[in-house]
């Protein structure tokens, strides 16, 4: 399997996690977002119609939509299991990893920032305001739906929803947006930052991240 | 079941079509998005912590996010389908249905308009022209990715991609958008405007759509 990802994208740490606790090895592929023009049509868009990380290729297929290459590494690897058995809790899990994945991320993605610096004059103030009302907005629905025991997202196990929140607070942090008010969501940040798999999957660690020194 | 919709919504449009292809009959509940400040907590935001619709009430639990609940009818009701059976093409329907449930969707939502229009001063040509720049680059992609055959996004069977899209291009119509470049996505419209579960679906069809004389 191959995984075009780039070090600091929230959507392909959500897929590092994927790949590293089922114990799937890969060849990382970095495509530099940062200094793409995401409309611009280049030779990754023909791997990945959006231009955007991560895409995923198994056996010869190129899957966009981190949550669409979650379920299908969940499907094709099931051991361990990224959802509940249960439906109802099934719907939970996808619920919770939608509020990130869908509703909050998006509108804090790089392409959007600079839609709002170009068309808007934003400043990077008003970029800050507007990444911070998102995530403000996100995280309290999350923190709503969230477990009250945990340690995880939907309880004892972990499941998809882990690896949406996880790196939706790095991100978070990143954007210095204070996260006193989430008690829930940070429980489940400590207890997945004591898992290898996590820890291998932070954006720092990448081989496209910058050196320490840099 | 119930269904919390407001008629108007794109992500209600989804789950209603899901509904009544799978012949499944459930209770309206309209909610004025439209009169709702979406930051305010009343007691719809017991139902749904973002307060966004659709929510559906099945065995008493609330779920939220469209894209967990056709996953979810899919799982309990699975006829008919609303996924292929092989997992890379599953995979394929997933990753369209969230090029427009993730990427695009989110982004012209009521919400963020106001949000552009509190904050950024945006006038009506600035909202349009917001909304245009992510149609475009959604359905560009949604174009690319959809199955050149069809008639439906993946082919011969209907999948939740193509109760992404029919919305999505129900919303691009309103918002005056041109589709002259999008012939798969336009054929995939016409060939589910033909199914009831479709028409019975459309915004103008709901109990809380205003009155054909208003």
Request: glycine share 6%.
């Amino acid at each position: 399997m191959r995984l075009y990802s780039y070090w600091r994208s929230s959507a392909a740490y959500r897929v590092r996690i994927a790949l590293n606790l089922k114990g799937l090895p890969f060849e990382y592929v970095a495509v530099d977002l940062a200094r793409r023009d995401g409309t611009k049509h280049d030779a990754y868009a023909d791997v990945n119609p959006q231009g955007l990380v991560p895409t995923l290729v198994d056996d010869g297929t190129a899957i966009g939509q981190s949550l669409a290459i979650l379920e299908y590494l969940d499907e094709r690897h099931p051991d361990p299991p990224l959802l509940p058995d249960d439906p109802l809790r099934r719907a939970r899990a996808r619920q919770l990893a939608l509020v990130v994945a869908a509703d909050l991320h998006p509108l804090g993605n790089l392409r959007v920032l600079r839609y709002l610096e170009r068309e808007f004059v934003a400043t990077e103030a008003d970029k800050r305001d507007w990444h911070h009302h998102w995530l403000g907005l996100g995280l309290e629905a999350a923190e709503r739906i969230a477990d009250a025991q945990g340690p995880y997202a939907l309880g004892a196990s972990l499941t998809l929803a882990d690896l949406c929140i996880v790196p939706q607070l790095y991100n978070a942090r990143r954007y210095g947006f204070p996260l006193e008010r989430y008690p829930r969501l940070r429980r489940i940040d400590a207890a997945c930052a004591t898992l290898p798999a996590f820890a291998g999957a932070l954006p720092e660690r990448q081989p496209d991240a910058p050196c320490a020194g840099e």
